[in-house]
């Protein structure tokens, strides 16, 4: 088959097929129509030269770039392409050798329709939005974490200690950082018997529960031992990284959890390699979806407010991803159709460079079915981090309660204070 036959304008996909979303720049000599053609062809079954069992049930196969309207193409691919419930496969194929191509001078793939039956192959989420709140008895509000800091340096001693701060000043979660695991100075298996220990503590003190992400990141079967000694400590959240230990690591985990029963907090380190670029490699869309059908219970999708690039149309569209059971198409998000069939929502996670300050924006994007992480907000808090944490809560309270934060500031003096160091500023 040639390049031009992966190309179909007249194609009407059916529901079964698998969709995607890509953006192309073809190089240069290259007519948009035969790059859409190419990327079709390396990414199903086609390549550069004429070859035998070229047969009719093989063209059935084929890709077809049906809807072309520049620099947008979307391509239809037939679900038996695809291993069910193989996540590196289905990757290899929609997301591999296309990016390489000579033929491209750039090439995004924005989004995925996911037909039923891949959707129906992936187990998602054990606890999801419902299940989380269930395990924090926390039902009217967002749910906060925050990250000791510096997030790397601390001993283990030293890190319990802010962790009591944290949970006592009414945080809900005290989360690991992306690059805190085993270090020499605070060892994984002690951080996990003192961390649990002050969190039981922290449970009776306060009369609410307490969670503790711990980062389990490593080689798989390290990961397991990990997972495994956290379930005998009494916890009920494990935190993964999940990029750098792959997607198939993750989905071995995940049967194995379906055996601990642990809330997974999925942290999106890596991802701005390949996300950050609006014309090129793969979008955080993509990924949030392929984390929540493998299965993770919450993700990080960005602030708008906060230190770290994230418009409020790839919030807003991650956020869908995230809650929603299903959606209609929408090219103004960049969205293609989504049914989610068996799958649980899952918490989207606001992070990165949030004080009290951000709160009421964060809520009026986010509403209230949100994690919001508060690292720097709390621990920089002029009169330390148990201060900090209440600022948060005060700020939260307010919201929902639709009181301006300056009239609630009148009766919380941490927030007054928060508000005095960081007012309604955005971190760069």
Not at 15 to 39: H, N, S, W, Y
Not at 86 to 112: H, P, T
Not at 207 to 219: D, F, H, Q, S, W
Request: glycine share 8%.
């Amino acid at each position: 088959m040639k390049y031009i036959d992966f190309v179909d304008t007249n194609y009407e996909p059916t529901e079964k097929d698998l969709i995607v979303l890509f953006r192309i720049e073809p190089a240069k000599g290259i007519t948009f129509e035969e790059a859409a053609g190419r990327v079709a062809s390396e990414s199903s079954n086609g390549t550069w030269t004429e070859v035998a069992f070229d047969t009719p049930r093989i063209r059935s196969l084929a890709a077809k770039a049906y809807r072309i309207q520049p620099p947008w193409v979307e391509v239809a691919y037939p679900s038996e392409l695809f291993e069910k419930g193989n996540m590196s496969q289905i990757l290899s194929s929609i997301a591999g050798n296309i990016f390489g191509m000579k033929a491209v001078k750039k090439l995004r793939l924005e989004d995925v329709y996911w037909p039923k039956s891949i959707v129906e192959s992936f187990p998602g989420p054990l606890h999801g939005i419902n299940g989380v709140r269930e395990i924090l008895r926390v039902f009217d509000r967002p749910i906060t974490a925050t990250v000791p800091k510096p997030k790397v340096g601390l001993d283990t001693n030293e890190y319990v200690e802010v962790a009591k701060d944290i949970w006592s000043s009414g945080i809900d979660l005290v989360k690991d950082d992306e690059n805190l695991t085993s270090q020499s100075f605070i060892k994984f298996e002690e951080r996990v018997s003192k961390m649990f220990r002050m969190r039981d503590k922290m449970e009776k003190e306060t009369g609410e529960r307490k969670g503790y992400l711990i980062n389990i990141t490593a080689p798989f079967n390290e990961m397991v031992k990990r997972a495994k000694l956290v379930k005998d400590h009494g916890g009920e959240f494990v935190m993964i990284d999940i990029l750098t230990v792959g997607w198939s690591a993750l989905q071995a985990f995940k049967e194995l959890d379906l055996e601990l029963g642990l809330a997974i907090h999925a942290h999106r380190a890596f991802h701005a390699a390949f996300t950050r670029d609006r014309r090129h490699g793969m979008s955080m869309k993509v990924v949030a979806e392929v984390s929540r059908l493998i299965g993770v219970d919450h993700i990080h999708v960005g602030t708008v407010v906060g230190k770290l690039e994230s418009p409020l149309k790839d919030v807003t569209a991650l956020i869908k991803i995230c809650r929603e059971h299903d959606s209609r198409r929408n090219m103004k998000l960049k969205l293609l159709k989504k049914d989610w069939h068996n799958i649980r929502p899952i918490f989207p996670v606001s992070s990165g460079g949030i004080h009290p300050g951000l709160i009421p924006k964060i809520i009026e994007i986010f509403g209230r079915d949100v994690i919001i992480q508060v690292g720097g907000g709390v621990l920089g808090h002029p009169d330390g981090p148990s201060a900090g944490g209440r600022a948060v809560r005060a700020a939260i309270e307010a919201t929902i309660n639709e009181t301006p934060l300056d009239e609630a500031a009148q009766r919380s003096k941490e927030l007054r204070k928060a508000l005095e160091k960081w007012g309604y500023q955005t971190p760069i």
